[in-house]
Each structure stands twice: as C-alpha cells, then as structure tokens.
C-alpha cells in the first residue's frame, strides 16, 4: 500500500550530481525542465510529439541484472519528469571534457561539416551519443535505423553519415563516460526501497514497485491514466493540452517486466519496451525483422512498450495485426482475478477495449512458431522509417498436403481496431493454396473490411492494398516471387 509517507522526491544523476525534484509537476517533460528549469537550451523543440528528434537525449540506466548499463536515446518532448527517477540523464551540454575538449561524437560532427542550421544537430548527436555507447563497429544499416528518428532540412544526411562512420575512430580519449563502474555504483544509491509517489496543485503521480501495489492503486483510483512509455500520453500533454489528475507508471513494477521463453509460448512482460521486446520475437519469429525495424524510431522504442502499444486501442498500431496473426492472447489481472482473452477479442471498438477500470494487462502471450507454418507482415506507408501505416497485413498459414488447414488473416489501420479478415480465412480453409482460391479469398475481403479514406489513404486504396498483400503473401509462399525490400538493397551498397 503507497501512503503519504511514501511521497519523496524524483532522484536522477546528471553530469556526475545528483538532482532531487520533490515539487514537480508530474506531467512535466523532461524538455521543459531541461529549457526552463535547468537553462539547458541545447536540447531542441521541433514537434513536440517525438517525430523529428530535436528534443533527443539520452538516459543510462543499470540493466535488469544491476551489473551493467543501458545508454539508451529518448524523447524529451514526451517524457515526463518523474520517469527520470533512478537515472542519468546525458545532453548534448554533458558530452564535452571539463577542459572543453569535444567528445568523439561532437569532433566527428565537426570534421565531417554535419552541421549547417544546426538546430537539429543536438539531437543527431545524442542518437549518435546512444550508438556509440552500444556499437563500436556500426554498419551502414545500425547506422541508419539509429538516425531514423533524427529529421535535417539541410544536410542531406550524408556528411551525418559520414560522421558516424568515423567517430569510433577518433579514440575515447575525451569521453567522460568510460567509467561504467562509477556509474553503476552512482545508480545503485538511487534504488528506491519505497514506491515513488508525487503530488502537486491536486496532481498525482505514482510509481508502485509490485502488481499488487498497483492492483490497489486501481481500486483506489479508478479515473487514473495508467503511464508506460508515454509516447502516446506524452502527446495528450504537448498537443492537446490536457490535465491529467493521477498518473500510475507501471515501468517499475517487476511482474510486468519479465520476458520468459517456454516450449509453447514467449510471455513478454506488459512494461517491456519494444526494443528489450523484438530481439526475443525475431529469434523466433525472424519474418518479422522488418516489420518492427520498421515500428517508430530507436527513441520511440527505447521508451514505448509493447503493452503501451496493445493496450491503447488505436488501430494503426503495427505490433497488433502480426501478433493477431500469431494468435496471441493477453493476460489481465485485476481485483477480481486473472483472465486470459485473445487479442481480436481484446478490442471492442475504436479506441475501446475489453480493459475493465480496476485491470491492468499484464502479459502479452505469443505462440512459439510451428513446423512448416508461413508468417509474414507488410507495412504500406508513404515513408519507410519513421510514418504511421496506411495498412499494415499480417499472415500466418498453415498446409496439410497442399490444402490450407490454417490462416489468420490480420489488418491494421484498415477498420476503427485492428482486426482479423474472417470471410476471407474462411474462403481458404480447406481449399487448395492455389491461385483462383486467393482471388476468391481476396473478393470475400469486401465483407470483412468497410475501411476509412483519411490524409494517408483513400478508403478505395486501403481495400485494394489489403487484398494484393494477400497475393503478394501467396506469391512468397509457393516460391513464386522473391520480393525484397528495396531498403535492404540500399543498406547492402551503401546508397
């Protein structure tokens, strides 16, 4: 149970000190702090909803096993403050030596002229900053997913490029932060030994530490907004102004942090951000690569869960069609229990789900792939990195000599929630895997899906696409059509 004697102050580590903020606002952004509070102005606006990467820093935190760290770039725009507890912040003002030396980073910035405007440049440097913690010998491809959520109007991003290529050449000499174990042991005495709570001017901010913490905070706080990631509630804040009375982050709470690999199923923990969350569906389900190389930006996914993103309802979220395909359910705990409900079945209608006020998801349970299935998902959007889908398919089939015994069929950004393609699956169980039963199949598309036309798509083109990404699936399955990804061209020579 969190009481009044459990409210303190959010703790974190900059440039070696630590900082405690016992009168924040709990919806305050990290931006704002850093702009307003700590005169720190390096660190840009540009969007304000954690599209064009001016805003990026980084935060270090002790990985799961408390013996080592995560350098991991983030959003500031659409991070709220109290999320820094029990971590360091790094900005662009925290690269340089004492003596002014630049860091590598900075230095390669410099000597490859990737800076005109400058505006963007902080940021570019701290996602740059984040790989250069994490990859010595980056490749053109780590190089370009680690900038893509980076936006320059002036450089063309070549000298960018060029820049990073060359910085894990130019010696770690001038970079403060080689000593990990100083670090380390800094983040072991911010460990909290009581859950984090906040209040200020009637707002409410929460970090329980355990489920059945956060189960009574539910009871007792039925209208509070449940906060993971923020990359969604972020925007409630920068964009449409809204108050937000009580927040319970679940980011702490360590039953919703486990990913556990069984024989028949891969449980990943509600709270488990994206990017801890994909190496573990790759390994398995490797199809799907692109798919989620694809999902957002690195600064979206460091912060973003893959609970955050089911559990918000929307229905161009990209994880959602694949993992109905795969025929995932979800697991809720509240305060009557424990329940287990497919994930088609978790969405009612838009942006409503099957969630009851006092239940929290708890586990997102994916099936472990079968021998001789066929998976695949396709993102169709006007960008590749870093663009909201306009249909977003996913396959998963089985055969039994030749016939279809089993196909889910699952859309994206087509319908008001993500949603399985019934009368088409229907079509082709039973039948041949043939080409007049996919054309039927994509005909009996029509009854399944009454889509949208909005700025992205006609509602006409949502209806076409869908059904050719049914045929494109067919044509990869049977061998005939091998359609790579231009993107993989592009990273292999270099263009």
């Known amino acids: 149970m969190i009481s009044q004697s459990s409210i303190s102050a959010v703790r974190f580590l900059m440039d070696g000190e630590e900082i405690a903020l016992s009168d924040v606002d709990p919806s305050r952004t990290v931006l704002q702090l850093l702009r307003e509070d ?21 935060l270090a935190e002790l990985a799961e096993t408390g013996r080592s760290l995560r350098y991991r ?26 003596d002014g030396q630049l860091h590598p980073v900075q230095r390669a910035m410099v000597e490859c002229h990737g800076s005109q405007c400058g505006f963007c440049t902080p940021g570019f440097v701290m996602s740059l900053f984040a790989l250069y913690k994490s990859n010595s010998n980056p490749s053109r491809s780590d ?48 460990r909290r030994q009581q859950p984090l709570m906040l209040e200020r001017d009637g707002a409410r901010y929460f970090s329980p530490t355990r ?15 449940i906060l993971a990631g923020g990359t969604d509630i972020g925007l409630w804040v920068t964009k449409q102004h809204r108050d937000l009375e009580t927040l319970i982050y679940v980011g702490n709470v360590e039953e919703l942090r486990r990913v556990d690999v069984t024989a028949s199923h891969i449980d990943i ?23 989620f190389l ?18 918000n309802g929307s229905p161009i979220g990209d994880s959602m069609p694949v993992l109905i395909a795969l025929g995932t359910s979800v697991v809720l705990h509240g305060r009557n229990g424990t329940r287990e409900l497919a994930l088609e079945d978790f969405y009612l209608s838009y942006q409503s789900t099957a969630r009851r006020s006092d239940e929290v998801v708890t586990l997102i349970r994916i ?13 169709i959007s006007k960008r590749f990195d870093q663009d909201i889908s306009a249909v977003c398919g996913a396959y998963r089939l089985q055969l039994e000599g030749g016939k279809v015994r089993e196909i889910r069929v699952a859309y994206g950004g087509v319908a008001a929630t993500p949603k399985r393609a019934n009368a088409c699956e229907q079509m082709l169980v039973g039948r041949d895997w043939s080409e007049s039963s996919v054309q039927a199949a994509m005909g009996a598309m029509e009854n399944d899906y009454t889509p949208i036309g909005d700025m992205r798509a006609s509602a006409k083109y949502r209806l076409s696409v869908s059904k050719n990404l ?12 091998n359609v790579d990804s231009l993107y993989r061209y592009g990273r292999q020579d270099g263009r």
């Open 38 to 58: 700590l005169r720190r102005t390096g660190t840009k606006e540009g969007c304000a909803e954690g599209d064009c990467g001016a805003c990026t820093v980084v």
């Open 73 to 98: 770039a983030v959003n500031s725009c659409i991070q709220f403050v109290p999320v820094l507890d029990g971590k360091a912040l790094i900005t662009v003002e925290s690269l340089a030596a004492a």
């Open 143 to 190: 190089i370009d997913d680690a900038l893509a959520g980076n936006l320059c109007r002036c450089t063309g991003y070549r000298p960018i490029v060029e820049a990073a290529e060359k910085m894990s050449s130019l010696g770690a000499d001038n970079d403060r932060y080689t000593d990990d174990d100083r670090l380390i042991k800094s983040l072991r005495t911010l």
């Open 211 to 225: 489920l059945d913490e956060l189960l009574t905070l539910l009871q007792q706080y039925s209208d509070a907004y």
């Open 269 to 291: 923990g509600a709270a488990v951000s994206v990017t801890d969350a994909v190496p573990v569906l790759t390994e398995h389900y490797p199809e799907l690569d692109e798919l």
């Open 294 to 311: 694809r999902f957002a930006s690195p600064p979206i996914r460091n912060a973003a869960t893959l609970g955050g993103n089911i559990a």
């Open 367 to 379: 099936p472990m792939p079968e021998p001789d299935t066929h998976v695949r998902s396709y993102k």
């Open 470 to 481: 049914l045929y494109r699936f067919y044509l990869e399955s049977t061998g005939h059509a």
